[in-house]
Each structure stands twice: as structure tokens, then as C-alpha cells.
């Protein structure tokens, strides 16, 4: 019986996530301005287009460097206008 690394076998899976495009929103509460990023994802055959603020980037960064320190992630290619 063969033993697969699970890391290895997640990083097979045909995933593709981009940064469509990044815009300056004004919180309607507070009127505080938050960047925001529409992303989009696709995997199976499916894709879906999401919006989410710059900390959800920032907490999800700190999430995968502390769970998989050794992995270098690719740097951004996303350009600003």
C-alpha cells in the first residue's frame, strides 16, 4: 500500500485564483475607505468571482506562512493603474 504526502497531493489540485481588479470602497457606516479585491477562482470547470477586503488578504498570508513555513509562495504580479 502506497503512502502519498498529502501537501503534494493538495498542490496537484487544478486550482487557478487571480486578482481581477483592485478598487477603493467607502465603508457606508463609518466612512472609513478599505481597498478592495475582486477575485476570481476557478477549479473543475466551475469559477466564481468574490470580493474581499485587504486584511482578509493579510490574515490568510499569516495562515499558510505558519502552516506551511516551508513553502516559498509566488510573489504578485498584480500591477496598479
Given at each position: 500500500m502506497a503512502v502519498f504526502n498529502q501537501r503534494t497531493i493538495f498542490?496537484?489540485?487544478?486550482?487557478?485564483?487571480?486578482?481581477?481588479?483592485?478598487?477603493?470602497?467607502?465603508?457606508?457606516?463609518?466612512?472609513?475607505?478599505?481597498?478592495?479585491?475582486?477575485v476570481k477562482v476557478k477549479f473543475n470547470g466551475q469559477s466564481w468571482?468574490?470580493?474581499q477586503k485587504y486584511k482578509a488578504f493579510c490574515s490568510l498570508h499569516d495562515s499558510l506562512l505558519s502552516q506551511y513555513p516551508s513553502i516559498k509562495f509566488p510573489e504578485s504580479s498584480f500591477q496598479f493603474s
Open positions: 498542490f496537484k489540485i487544478p486550482l487557478t485564483v487571480s486578482i481581477a481588479t483592485a478598487r477603493m470602497v467607502q465603508d457606508e457606516v463609518d466612512h472609513r475607505t478599505y481597498t478592495e479585491y475582486v468571482t468574490i470580493n
